[in-house]
């Protein structure tokens, strides 16, 4: 969040500085200021979230795989060729924590197992390929405190009772 009234010179640190344009780059609006005392220029970093969802979900994902910020960082560049800040990563992870709980249990799954073991994926043959994964972490949790977890799920919403007719018919 951007707070207008403490914008400082980077410089000499006088808050009599004045807006000079805007510096815009491929996932940025910066704001670039210019000091009334020194006649230094400096940008605001303080305002670059506009990312695409595709790659914020992605770094959200990549580190509650287990991956630190630094990793997170790489792997987002080397996937996506878009330079994401550590501190940008963290930002991110910490706004949508209200929404991906999985990251109050990160701390615990990175020491069950390495990020690239965490997903569990085989393909299974059956007249076709099924692609199958699993978060294997989130299936420990689940296992270790399942009557506590059946007891957090909220169950009002579902029917009260499912007869057969309410069951779609498969679609081949
Ligand atoms: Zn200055």
Known sequence: MIDKEKEKCLEC???NVVRKGKSKTKFSVKQIYKCEDCGKRFVSDLRNKSYPIKIIMNSIVTYNLGNNLAETSKII??????EVP???VYSWVKEF????????TRDKAVKLFKPKD???????RHLQLYKYRYHKAKVEF?????E????TLNTSNLPTSVSQHDCPTPIR
């Not at 689940?142 to 399942?146: G, L, P, S």
Request: aromatic residues 20%; positive net charge.
């Open 13 to 15: 640190g006088s808050k």
């Open 77 to 82: 560049k080397k996937r996506f060729k878009v």
């Open 86 to 88: 550590e501190k940008t």
């Open 97 to 104: 924590d209200k929404i991906c709980s999985y990251y109050r």
């Open 118 to 124: 965490t997903v569990f994926i085989k393909i299974f």
């Open 142 to 146: 689940f296992v270790r405190n399942k």
């Open 148 to 151: 506590r977890y059946l007891a």
